[in-house]
């Protein structure tokens, strides 16, 4: 059984896609001239003054709304105070005592016993999210290091977790889940490489059972989600060895290496009251009223946990085609159309084309969604074609893939490639299923001394006579009646 217990809680930190920085006109962007995207107000030079951009308010208000926050009626900004040449101000343009989001909570799921089950739900707690403008970026040499301050004054948003995680799995969950939120909110991409999304765990342990929080380690430089998980359980059992070994646990902060598995001390950890918070005076507070609100909360999306409820209750849809669909919004939105075509009772065999067959094509070619010729129409009118019998299974494979190459429809390709099912006359059936017989006597005596599956040798033969076109279904029941009379 466990000593010992870790508490995690994660600060993670999501740019929003704007066209322009938090506080002035110059563009937002990524990959950049290193020191192009800049202006005087990024540079701090004297004189300059900031203005508050819109679209990044609406954008920390949609995500407070997506994830159940409560929305201050007003928020302020705040001068978080530090020297470090990230920062041309020397402070940085944050929320301190008033943030814009309170509260709320991401769900999650834990891993199954198998893939292919449903893992154990619950909601992770939030303390807070609030807006602040982002710093540049320092590139290290071998003897120098460089300032590049494109990414400076980029909206950012800081979404903060209560320490209510458990393992390095439990946090991987819940940077899926909130990144696919802010993606399928369109508030941000959400690219780790790019430093669109970036996390700092604070991880502590204590004995099992107890209640009051051990010291704390902030974990950073977490370039990955695979890295987060990781890096969190090396902290775990860094943090227990060091107790078990008679040793205290240090505040600080420690860097991860990520490809080495290995981390070291970076510096002490600083305190709230190290920034000398103030109240920015360039700034007037925001006042956020109810139609505000409700502009923007008629814009959120279905989140991923949701839209998966409705598919089991509303298609009765397994939970291996759910959990595949319902973490792309737009393959989500291909699903629906195609059922809304095919019809609801088809919504299991729409499911199995698209993630069976659609993504592997897909894959193959190397394209995107919205670049495949095959189209929620052509879909649905394929498994049409299955389910009345028009196509046999063999056959629909061969039309999809045409189908997926050209765009034509089901129906053209099938006529052009003659692999439209043809009833086939009853006594041709049966003389196929008798040769089939005389031809395997093995298969046939095996059946008759009750080995149910020896029939499938003798079904085979009959399809290759019939070109693929016989039903299965008759061959089925031709072959057992015949097999019985004799």
């Known amino acids: 059984m466990a000593k010992y217990e870790a508490v995690i809680g994660l600060e993670v930190h999501v740019q929003v896609r704007t066209k322009s920085k938090m506080f002035t006109r110059v563009a937002a962007g990524y990959g950049q001239p290193e020191n192009t995207l800049t202006d005087p107000v990024v540079l701090a030079l004297p004189g300059t003054l900031p203005v508050m951009n819109k679209t990044a308010l609406d954008a920390i208000i949609k995500a407070g709304l997506m994830l159940g926050c409560e929305i201050a009626p007003v928020c302020k900004w705040d001068r978080k105070n530090y020297f470090y040449p990230d920062s041309p101000k020397n402070y940085q343009i944050s929320q301190y005592d008033q943030p814009i989001c309170l509260g709320g909570g991401v769900e999650i799921e834990l891993p199954g016993p198998s893939r292919n089950v449903m893992g154990e739900h619950k909601v992770i707690p939030l303390t807070r999210i609030h807006l602040e403008e982002d710093v540049g970026k320092l590139n290290h040499g071998a003897h120098e290091s460089l300032v590049d301050y494109n990414r400076a004054g980029t909206p950012l948003m800081e979404i903060v977790s209560e320490p209510a995680l458990g393992s390095g799995e439990e946090a991987y969950a819940y940077l899926t889940a909130l990144r696919a939120a802010m993606v399928q909110g369109d508030i941000s991409d959400c690219d780790m490489e ?18 009051t929080l051990g010291t704390k380690v902030e974990l950073k430089n977490l370039n990955s989600i695979s ?8 902290e775990i059992k860094r943090q227990i060895a060091v107790v078990e070994s008679g040793g205290a646990i ?40 109810e139609a505000w609100k409700q502009r923007l909360r008629a814009t959120c999306p279905e989140l991923p946990f949701a839209r998966q409820r409705r598919y089991f209750e509303t298609f009765d849809l397994p939970f291996t085609i759910t959990s595949v669909l319902v973490w792309d919004s737009a393959l989500a939105a291909f699903f629906e159309e195609t059922v809304k075509l095919a019809g609801a009772p088809r919504a299991q065999a729409v499911g199995n084309w698209i993630i069976n067959d659609l993504l592997r094509e897909m894959k193959a070619a190397g394209i995107t969604l919205a ?4 189209r929620p129409d052509h879909l649905a009118a394929l498994v049409v074609m299955v389910e009345s019998g028009e196509l046999l299974n063999p056959a629909a494979r061969e039309v999809f893939a045409a189908m997926f190459v050209s765009g034509e429809m089901p129906a053209v390709i099938a006529d052009r490639l003659g692999l439209r099912s043809q009833p086939a006359d009853t006594d041709e059936l049966e003389l196929w299923c008798r040769e089939a017989i005389a031809g395997n006597a093995k298969a046939a005596a095996e059946f008759r001394a009750g080995k149910a599956s020896a029939i499938n040798g003798l079904k085979g033969p009959v399809m290759k006579a019939s070109r693929g076109k016989a039903n299965p279904q008759l061959v089925d029941e031709t072959l057992r009646r015949l097999l019985a009379a004799e």
């Open 194 to 211: 790019k430093g669109q999304m970036r996390c700092d765990a604070n991880i502590s342990i204590r004995p099992v059972g107890a209640k």
């Open 371 to 374: 670049e495949a010729r095959a």
């Open 250 to 289: 240090v505040q600080e902060t420690r860097d991860y290496d990520g490809l080495t598995g290995a981390s070291q001390s970076l510096r002490s950890k600083e305190m709230a009251h190290d920034y000398r918070y103030f109240p920015d005076p360039d700034l007037m507070p925001v006042v956020v009223d």
């Open 227 to 234: 890295y987060v998980r990781d890096g969190i359980d090396h």
